[in-house]
């Protein structure tokens, strides 16, 4: 059983890098002894206890047949058997990042190099991402989701009611401004359920705001944006089976016009973890959703007169620690930002980060040595 007592506080300098470490290029192993980067257009993998570089994957390799230049990966992601690497190219912003673009997949044993949604629109694809089998690649294309076998590229429409106002697998503007969201789908482990967000702006009124930077004449961009005092959009939070295609909406108590749906992964088999926000964000709710009938319990609550913080920026993934047993939580309901172990129950809560100071952020988890970082 996990009993995590260590804390190791870090100060971290923020530094210019070279161009071969070009964007978010640089990743982590998952068992965290290697690292992969971008170098000469190549990827590579090196072994800093070794300081030793390995080609994995070459920059010649990467030329789409037919062209003579090879693609500019701005982020890339291997399949959970590092067989194969997600490329995402001819990227585009949507409204603060570049979330939108191309996807081509390197099979790294075959060689072979195939772009995916090949009959949707150029440059529409979102949150690419292998399904744990490796057999699939499930993403987000003009508000709808979409999954594609690999083996046969036979493409699965997942959600049909995919709007500018009905928004399945991502999220509108308030959403990505106020709580970071941005990717809004999540494979079950055994990759035959998608679990997403779907959000209802049909009764959001539209904002006109003016782009007078692409072209010599100005064009009217709408944006759909509750204005102060007026309801944001609704949200629910559905299971699409990829056997039939029919979504299960999981039955969260609550006004959605009034409570935000903030975090949402996998916890179990068929259990979903949802984090739930009231309108004025001075409660905070755990919920267990069970995805076989949609039911759903709260777990954890805690409230704050003023307002209570976000976890975490970055509202993707769920710190489980003693085989799922426990998590980790950041709160702010001492008034000060500690780090918590709660029970898989909530029954149990632990302070780990005693005393009067804030955490940043958790960085990292060492649970074999019981360190976080």
Same mark, same amino acid.
């Given at each position: ?129 292998? #399904?744990? =089998?490796? +057999? !699939?690649? @499930? /993403? ?8 594609? $076998?690999?083996?046969?590229? &036979? ?32 494979? #079950?482990? =055994?990759? +035959? !359920?998608? @679990? /997403? ?8 009124? $539209?904002?006109?705001?003016? &782009? ?162």
């Amino acid at each position: 059983m996990m009993m995590i007592k260590k804390i190791v506080l870090l100060i971290l300098i923020s530094v210019s890098l070279n161009a071969t470490a070009q964007r978010d290029a640089f990743n982590w192993s998952k068992d965290g002894l290697n690292y992969y980067a971008i170098q000469d257009g190549n990827i590579v993998k090196s072994d800093p206890k070794k300081n030793t570089t390995a080609i994995v994957l070459k920059k010649e390799s990467m030329i789409p047949q037919g062209e003579t230049v090879a693609l500019n990966p701005e982020k890339y992601f291997f399949s959970n058997d590092y067989s194969k690497v997600l490329l995402f190219v001819n990227t585009a912003k949507v409204w603060r990042y570049n979330t939108r673009g191309d996807y081509w997949v390197a099979d790294l044993i075959t060689g072979k190099l195939k772009k995916l949604g090949n009959n949707l629109p150029s440059q529409s694809l979102m949150f690419a991402k292998f #399904s744990p =089998d490796n +057999k !699939q690649v @499930a /993403y987000v294309s003009e508000h709808n989701i979409f999954c594609e $076998d690999l083996l046969s590229g &036979n493409i699965k429409k997942l959600t049909v009611d995919g709007t500018r106002k009905m928004i399945n697998g991502t999220f509108d503007w308030v959403y990505e401004e106020e709580f970071g969201c941005r990717d809004g789908f999540r494979w #079950s482990a =055994d990759s +035959k !359920q998608i @679990a /997403y967000w779907q959000v209802d702006a049909n009764k959001i009124r $539209d904002y006109y705001m003016l &782009n007078t930077t692409d072209s010599v004449y100005s064009s009217v961009i709408p944006v759909e944006y509750p204005k102060v005092g007026q309801p944001p959009s609704p949200v629910k939070i559905g299971v699409v089976s990829l056997a039939n295609g029919m979504t299960r909406w999981m039955k969260i108590e609550g006004d959605p016009r009034q409570n935000y749906l903030t975090r949402m992964e996998w916890s179990d088999a068929n259990e979903l973890i949802v984090q739930q926000l009231d309108r004025k964000q001075q409660e905070s709710k755990l919920i267990y959703c069970n995805t076989t009938d949609g039911s759903a319990r709260t777990f954890w609550a805690e409230n704050d007169n003023a307002w209570v913080d976000m976890n975490t920026d970055n509202p993707v993934g769920w710190k489980w620690v003693n085989n799922y047993q426990d998590f980790l939580w950041v709160s702010e309901k001492d008034g000060w930002r500690h780090i918590y172990k709660i029970s898989r129950d909530g029954k149990i809560t632990t302070l780990l980060t005693k005393g009067d100071y804030d955490i940043g952020e958790i960085k990292a988890i060492d649970e074999t040595n019981n360190y976080v970082y």
